[in-house]
């Protein structure tokens, strides 16, 4: 692994059991800053991602995602320096995403610290990329990305690529079947029309793409409370959350989240 991954302690992912529901925080990153939107647009900066990922991490997140909001618009991923720092001194696992085309590019992140690679406009455009990554890297390293814009009228969901900016005309649940077919570890759902509202999850997206999948699905998108995650575990059937507002604005804290999750049955990880 790599020389950052190499002077980490033991994986925090080894002693998390299966069963877990993970409370994770994402970090979505442009140029230097941590950046936040609503519906993936008016982007404004936040301050520092590696501050925040250090925060993050001493309050107890179960992991971190970075994704790198523009890196598909430039063919590359930018985060190296970034993920290299915080793999030196966060040691929970990191999953990295933003134009991620080739083998090489996973290589280099891997070695740089991440865990896991999030794919979304690559693997629409080649699926067999899903299947190459998990050959050489295992499933468990590929997490497949995807950005859902509920269709007018209120009939499914499309794809979008390019953090929003593209239409695909893929149906998110056709998708999400067919990428675990082709190897994913997991599924990163994201909510285009509920991103940045603080007005919950699409409990409805999350229930349709749960219905086809047998890998975990981490629900992205419109947490402004619990309650909001407790719909989209109990109701949505989500395996996982990924935060930004609610953490980025201190509408509320990790400690606070997770009595609250744990308060509400959720089987939460027990810190230390």
């Known amino acids: 692994?790599?020389?950052?991954?190499?002077?980490r302690p033991e994986r925090l992912k080894n002693s998390i059991p299966?069963?877990?529901?993970?409370?994770?925080?994402?970090?979505?990153i442009?140029?230097?800053?941590?950046?936040?939107?609503v519906h993936l647009e008016g982007l404004r900066v936040i301050g520092d991602p590696q501050e925040?990922?250090?925060?993050?991490?001493?309050?107890?997140?179960?992991?971190?995602?970075?994704?790198?909001?523009v890196a598909s618009?430039?063919?590359?991923?930018?985060?190296?320096?970034?993920?290299?720092?915080?793999?030196?001194?966060?040691?929970?696992?990191?999953?990295?995403?933003?134009?991620?085309?080739?083998?090489?590019?996973?290589?280099?992140?891997?070695?740089?610290?991440?865990?896991?690679i999030a794919l979304n406009t690559a693997a629409i455009g080649r699926p067999e990329l899903i299947s190459e990554i998990a050959g050489r890297f295992g499933s468990q390293c590929v997490v497949v990305s995807i950005e859902a814009k509920r269709r007018p009228g209120g009939h499914g969901w499309e794809c979008l690529t390019d953090n929003g900016r593209e239409h695909s005309s893929l149906d998110v649940v056709a998708w999400a079947e067919r990428a675990v077919k082709l190897g994913a570890g997991e599924i990163l759902l994201t909510s285009i029309d509920q991103e940045g509202?603080?007005?919950?999850?699409?409990?409805?997206?999350?229930?349709a793409v749960n219905s086809v999948v047998t890998i975990p699905v981490i629900a992205s998108g419109g947490m402004g409370s619990v309650d909001h995650l407790v719909a989209a575990a109990h109701d949505g059937g989500a395996d996982a959350v990924a935060m930004a507002d609610i953490l980025h604005y201190k509408r509320s804290d990790l400690p606070a989240i997770r009595a609250a999750a744990r308060a509400a049955g959720l089987p939460v990880r027990t810190l230390a």
């Open 197 to 207: 509202t603080r007005k919950g999850f699409d409990i409805e997206l999350i229930r």
């Open 1 to 7: 692994m790599a020389a950052a991954a190499r002077h």
């Open 52 to 69: 925040h990922a250090r925060r993050y991490y001493e309050a107890g997140a179960d992991e971190l995602i970075y994704m790198d909001v």
């Open 73 to 116: 618009l430039y063919g590359r991923n930018n985060l190296t320096d970034i993920v290299r720092y915080t793999a030196e001194n966060v040691f929970i696992p990191l999953t990295v995403g933003g134009g991620i085309r080739s083998i090489d590019d996973v290589r280099l992140l891997l070695r740089s610290g991440a865990d896991k």
């Open 18 to 28: 299966v069963g877990t529901f993970r409370l994770i925080a994402r970090l979505d």
């Open 30 to 37: 442009k140029g230097p800053n941590l950046i936040k939107g």
